[in-house]
Nanobody, 114 residues
Framework: QVRLVESGGGLVPAGGSLRLSCAAS????????MAWYRQAPGKQRELVAL???????NSSDFARGRFFIFRDTAKNTIALQMNALKPDDTAVYYC????????WGQGTQVTVSS
């Protein structure tokens, strides 16, 4: 059974940093594009950043230069380093594996206080 489990969310003041982690189990995702999405209250889920199997990364405009995605193939995990956080970054952050119909974690709450 494939599972994605996010961790590392929490409450942080504006300007602070957080590092989210996503642990995958049930299969190896080294040959799968992995991504982070987020969903703020009342808004649609949106892409934050992704990493393809060859290590190419892509980020949404709001994340570029502040958020960085990492993959640890040996541990079957991905991480999202978030810096210079803003209140607008408050959302539930989800890990996503782009395989078949896609796999999602349960999400981790990030709250940025002003």
């Amino acid at each position: 059974q494939v599972r994605l489990v996010e961790s590392g969310g929490g409450l942080v003041p504006a300007g602070g940093s957080l590092r989210l982690s996503c642990a995958a189990s049930g299969r190896h995702f080294s040959r799968v594009t992995m991504a982070w999405y987020r969903q703020a209250p009342g808004k649609q889920r949106e892409l934050v950043a992704l990493m393809t199997t060859d290590g190419t990364t892509n980020s949404s405009d709001f994340a570029r230069g502040r958020f960085f995605i990492f993959r640890d193939t040996a541990k079957n995990t991905i991480a999202l380093q978030m810096n210079a956080l803003k209140p607008d970054d408050t959302a539930v952050y989800y890990c996503n594996a782009q395989l078949g119909l896609g796999y999602w974690g349960q999400g981790t709450q990030v709250t940025v206080s002003s």
